[in-house]
């Protein structure tokens, strides 16, 4: 069994910084591609940032310059720093991982439980 454990958001005011981070353990080989996506009350899910192992990264072009996605390869772990947060930045952020969980296996992608960011004065 694979796990994604998300820890960090809650409420920032606007302008303000805040970190999410997702650790990925359990039965895995590899992880490949990580990534956050968000979900907005009443909004579809959205591609925040991933970040492929070599570290090449993506960002969404509503979040450029403001998020930076992160990885370390040792322990698993992926990290979203958020600066400049706005409103419109409130969502729920989901932790997602590209895992195979042996080295026959091929990758399936993985989801975190979620974690609420609200922005807000």
Same mark, same amino acid.
């Given at each position: %069994?694979?796990?994604?454990?998300?820890?960090?958001?809650?409420?920032?005011? @606007?302008?303000?910084?805040?970190?999410?981070? !997702?650790?990925?353990?359990?039965?895995?080989?590899?992880? #490949?591609?990580?990534?956050? #996506?968000? %979900?907005?009350?009443?909004?579809?899910?959205?591609?925040?940032?991933?970040?492929?192992?070599?570290?090449?990264?993506? =960002?969404?072009?509503?979040?450029?310059?403001?998020?930076?996605?992160?990885?370390?390869?040792?322990?698993?772990?992926?990290?979203? %720093?958020?600066?400049?947060?706005? @409103?419109?930045?409130?969502?729920? #952020?989901? !932790?997602?991982?590209?895992?195979?969980?042996?080295?026959?296996?091929? @990758?399936?992608? =993985?989801?975190?439980?979620?974690?609420?960011?609200?922005?807000?004065?």
């Amino acid at each position: %069994q694979v796990r994604l454990v998300e820890s960090g958001g809650g409420l920032v005011q @606007p302008g303000g910084s805040l970190s999410v981070s !997702c650790a990925a353990s359990g039965l895995l080989f590899r992880v #490949y591609t990580m990534g956050w #996506y968000r %979900q907005a009350p009443g909004k579809q899910r959205e591609l925040v940032a991933d970040i492929s192992t070599d570290g090449k990264t993506n =960002h969404a072009d509503s979040v450029k310059g403001r998020f930076t996605i992160s990885r370390d390869n040792n322990k698993n772990t992926v990290t979203l %720093q958020m600066n400049s947060l706005k @409103p419109e930045d409130t969502a729920v #952020y989901y !932790c997602t991982a590209d895992v195979a969980r042996t080295i026959l296996s091929s @990758p399936k992608e =993985h989801w975190g439980q979620g974690t609420q960011v609200t922005v807000s004065s």
